[in-house]
T-cell receptor
Framework: GAGVSQSPSNKVTEKGKDVELRCDPI?????LYWYRQSLGQGLEFLIY????????KSGLPSDRFSAERTGGSVSTLTIQRTQQEDSAVYLC????????????FGPGTRLLVL | GENVEQHPSTLSVQEGDSAVIKCTYS??????FPWYKQELGKGPQLIID?????GEKKDQRIAVTLNKTAKHFSLHITETQPEDSAVYFC?????????????FGQGTILTVHP
């Protein structure tokens, strides 16, 4: 593919439900990041994957948030028992380590918790 | 941790004028400073970056300057065009890490009037 893709592009859910957000990185990129962007705010780091492991998950806001990556490619961010404050745009980025620290961002998933 | 402050929050210029966005950072160990452009409904796109061993970098109409002593860096856009209208984010990465965990500024909404 040409770039990072994310699905769904939009998600509306009810408070208390679980949601799964998917990220497909650029082929061959070993590093994958999740960021969260709240309305009118900058991006907030959530978690970093190198291959299938997550050396840094310090940005996950609570234990309701988890993420995994399989096959060194696709990643899924799961939010359990969603709350209204979880409403935001969730962005995924990938990069080739040592070459492009800035990374390539996907278009994001816009999550609205009612 | 690192804190990045970005100013102004909004900037309005006439086509052909220059635009300057400024950021300050708190952690003197930060050594990588990317700038992103985000258009409505899209993910941030890396437009230019600078590393701490360089004071200035140019790419056509875009330039970034870095003052390590004062811990601030700036984005300069010359000969602005309406298609430059977007939200611009600065970011900083702490040295000593081998991956792209970035701390972002709050963003600047740039509007270029024809």
């Amino acid at each position: 593919g040409a770039g990072v893709s994310q699905s769904p592009s939009n998600k509306v859910t009810e408070k208390g439900k679980d949601v799964e957000l998917r990220c497909d990185p650029i082929s061959g990129h070993t590093a994958l990041y999740w960021y969260r962007q709240s309305l009118g705010q900058g991006l907030e780091f959530l978690i970093y994957f190198q291959g299938n492991s997550a050396p840094d998950k310090s940005g996950l806001p609570s234990d309701r948030f988890s993420a995994e990556r399989t096959g060194g490619s696709v990643s899924t961010l799961t939010i359990q028992r969603t709350q209204q404050e979880d409403s935001a745009v969730y962005l995924c980025a990938s990069s080739s380590e040592g070459l492009e620290w800035g990374g390539h961002f996907g278009p994001g998933t816009r999550l609205l918790v009612l | 941790g690192e804190n990045v402050e970005q100013h102004p929050s909004t900037l309005s210029v006439q086509e052909g004028d220059s635009a300057v966005i400024k950021c300050t950072y708190s952690d003197s160990a930060s050594n990588y400073f990317p700038w992103y452009k985000q258009e409505l409904g899209k993910g941030p796109q890396l437009i230019i970056d600078i590393r701490s061993n360089v004071g200035e970098k140019k790419d056509q109409r875009i330039a970034v300057t870095l003052n390590k002593t004062a811990k601030h860096f700036s984005l300069h856009i010359t000969e602005t065009q309406p298609e430059d209208s977007a939200v611009y984010f600065c970011a900083a990465r702490k040295g000593g890490t081998s991956y792209g965990k970035l701390t972002f500024g709050q963003g600047t909404i740039l509007t270029v009037h024809p």
